[in-house]
């Protein structure tokens, strides 16, 4: 677990309950400082609808529970007892789950916080992309709840000589909510201190002048902050910064790294293969493309076609999560629609997903590869019949029923999803529609087991084919780990142009991805505080109870939504470490959203109630536009 921000440095008990019973689930924690003990901790877990507290000892040489296993830091409990799942239990012998880590929120969302950044990566960063003057805040990793200032600095004092340069880390702590650099004045925010030692310069014992000249902007975020960054995306430059900011700066500095993703494309530089390609620069990467299998060795360029694999990765702790995979590829041509049916067979594609009308603006975006409606066609080897066309109001949903006419297998169904609100230049007004599409095409490809990669396609396979994969993956991301997860949307497009160059083509794409996911927490976030006011409505009512009988032996009772074991705003219970290793399950969050979507779905989604061809299609449905 690289990160600490499950440490909430100035909260109370019932501070602490109420975050997690309205942000949390099941098993997600926080460890924030003991109120009644100073210089302890206490780490609070909830467990269902109620909140366990356990204390930490701090002994001045170790941190542990009061018993059982010793370590160095705060940071190395909690995550040996994260990953050994069964070993935390109540003396009674119950299990205490610590599973999703309750994010503290920033306390800045200025640029230059890194959050969780290790000294260490912190020098890295700036010795390899800053230069002399520039400057980040992160977390401290020694005392938690204070933080750091880096700065690369010059060593040497003298003007006219070869300088070299270093980082220098300056303690900032955090006390009486107040920050300081450990004397001198104090400030009521990071930003308020930071502003103050750039007009101030620091100067250290060797006498070197610590000149903060310009900040080195972190991309990751916390994903319920987002609001929050993209506030401070949009803000305009001073006349004494640079012209453009924000959002440009970022989308340039993303652009500048293209270079460094120069991987061979050789496949599709062969003649053989030039007319495969819909634009003669815009080539798949030889590592990633996707090969036909069923190819003829003696047809040179027969295993060719224009589509990479993306696969999105996400770092959970010191782990490599996988995610989901998909298939980018171009918009089809005459000549490469056999090719592409081919590819979809061998996939074992059941969703498609094409972003682009087959004429835009007088221009051909992509050949017909699907017959008329009741119609049915040969593509090579391939037999494809269009079953069924229904408009929804931004996008036609069409059932491909596909077979091979040299082989006997079954029948297989292509759930073929045609976006048409997409402009011809720029992206949509507003995410609304493209969120709640794509909720339906993860619907439709979560109903049918042992599905493969989603295809998804535009005209080059490169601009709105990047935007829309690059917001689906996020998505899955918070829909797996919670609002409170660490997001890097400037790395996940990275990561995505490794494997095709080009994703996500303009700054306009760019803050559309942005404001996709603003709008996609924005929702999630609604609905978990009404699942959470229904709850405690369920809760009052609960606690009404008959009247006790005078000459009951019985004694009264308190209904409460916490542990028997929670006492008052600081008062813990002690666990006892022991037992054995299990796996940790998926996130709470992510199973309610999709359960709540999902449940009033056929499972075929051009089927009606119970028959397969004979349901009533409500051509009024139209996407709602995310607003509860």
Known sequence: MTSRRWFHPNITGIEAEQLLLTRGGHGSFLARPSKSNPGDFTLSVRRNDEVTHIKIQNSGDYYDLYGGEKFAT?????????????????????????????????????????????????????????????????????????????????????????????????????????????????????????DHYKKNPMVEKSGIVVHLKQPFNATRINAANIENRVRELNKVADNSEKPKQGFWEEFEVLQQQECKLLYPRKEGQKPENKSKNRYKNILPFDTTRVEIRESDPDVPGSDYINANYIRSKHEEGRHMEEGKVYIATQGCLQNTVNDFWKMVYQENTHVIVMTTKEIERGRNKCVRYWPDLNATKEFGKVLVRNMDERPAQDYILRKLEVTRLDRKEPLRYI????????????????????????????????????????????????????????????????????????????????????????????????????????????????????????????????NIKYPQMTNSRSKPSIASSRSSSVLTNDDSSTATPGGKTIGSSSFLFASYFSQSVASSAPENPLEGEGEEEEGEWRSDRTPPQWTL
């Open 74 to 194: 705060l940071a190395e409990l909690v995550q040996y007892y994260t990953e050994q799942q069964d070993l935390l239990r109540e003396r009674n012998g119950h299990v205490i789950e610590l599973k999703y880590p309750l994010n503290c929120k920033d306390p800045t969302s200025e640029r230059w916080y890194h959050g969780h950044l290790s000294g260490r990566d912190a020098e890295k960063l700036l010795t390899d992309k800053g230069k002399a003057g520039s400057f980040l805040v992160r977390e401290s990793q020694s005392k938690p709840g204070d933080f750091v200032l880096s700065v690369l600095t010059n060593e040497e004092k003298h003007e006219n000589v070869d300088r070299k340069t270093k980082v220098t880390h300056v303690m900032i702590r955090y006390q009486d909510c107040k920050y300081d650099v450990g004397g001198g004045e104090r400030f009521d925010t990071l930003a308020d201190l930071v």
């Open 415 to 542: 759930w073929h999803y045609q976006y048409l609100s997409w402009p011809d230049h720029g992206v949509p007004n507003e995410p609304g529609g493209v969120l709640w599409f794509l909720e339906e095409v993860n619907r439709t490809q979560s109903t049918i087991p042992d599905s493969g990669p989603i295809v998804v396609h535009c005209s080059a396979g490169i601009g709105r084919t990047g935007t829309i994969i690059v917001v689906d993956i996020l998505i899955d991301i918070i829909n797996r780990h919670g609002l409170d997860c660490d997001i890097d949307i400037p790395k996940t497009i990275q990561k995505v142009r490794q494997q095709r160059s080009g994703m996500v083509q303009t700054e306009a794409q760019y803050k559309f991805i942005y404001m996709a996911v603003q709008q996609h927490i924005d929702t999630a976030q609604k609905r978990l505080e009404e699942e959470q006011r229904n709850k405690m409505k369920e809760r009052e009512y609960s």
